[in-house]
């Protein structure tokens, strides 16, 4: 069945940097394009980053743009997402997500905190 497990969350200052991964199995992976959404506490969950099935593009949710980079390793059935620059509003559970025959598919999430 599909999986997707995400890590490296975390808590972090004001100005600091975190590098999420998602694992992902139960599905060819290089066929697929990825998300990143989150869900800041009180908010809906949003998009925040996009990746093609070969990475040869991306797109980011205009908050984030300049900040953070979404990539793939298609060898190692993962995606990125390297946080820089982070701000308390980017406090949230970050989830990654694939679209597989018209369905969701999501993580469980990990947790990034900005706070000083």
């Given at each position: 069945?599909?999986q997707l497990v995400e890590s490296g969350g975390g808590s972090v200052q004001p100005g600091?940097?975190?590098?999420?991964?998602?694992?992902?199995?139960?599905?060819?992976?290089?066929?697929?394009?990825?998300?990143?959404?989150?869900?800041?506490?009180?908010?809906?969950?949003?998009?925040?980053?996009?990746?093609?099935?070969?990475?040869?593009?991306?797109?980011?949710?205009?908050?984030?743009?300049?900040?953070?980079?979404?990539?793939?390793?298609?060898?190692?059935?993962?995606?990125?997402?390297q946080m820089n620059s982070l701000k308390p509003e980017d406090t949230?559970?970050?989830?990654?997500?694939?679209?597989?025959?018209?369905?969701?598919?999501?993580?469980?999430?990990?947790?990034?905190?900005?706070?000083?």
């Amino acid at each position: 069945q599909v999986q997707l497990v995400e890590s490296g969350g975390g808590s972090v200052q004001p100005g600091g940097s975190l590098r999420l991964s998602c694992a992902a199995s139960g599905f060819t992976f290089m066929n697929y394009a990825m998300r990143w959404y989150r869900q800041g506490p009180g908010k809906e969950r949003e998009l925040v980053a996009f990746i093609t099935f070969n990475g040869g593009s991306t797109n980011y949710a205009d908050s984030v743009k300049g900040r953070f980079t979404i990539s793939r390793d298609n060898a190692k059935s993962t995606v990125y997402l390297q946080m820089n620059s982070l701000k308390p509003e980017d406090t949230a559970v970050y989830y990654c997500n694939v679209v597989l025959r018209s369905s969701n598919y999501w993580g469980q999430g990990t947790q990034v905190t900005v706070s000083s």
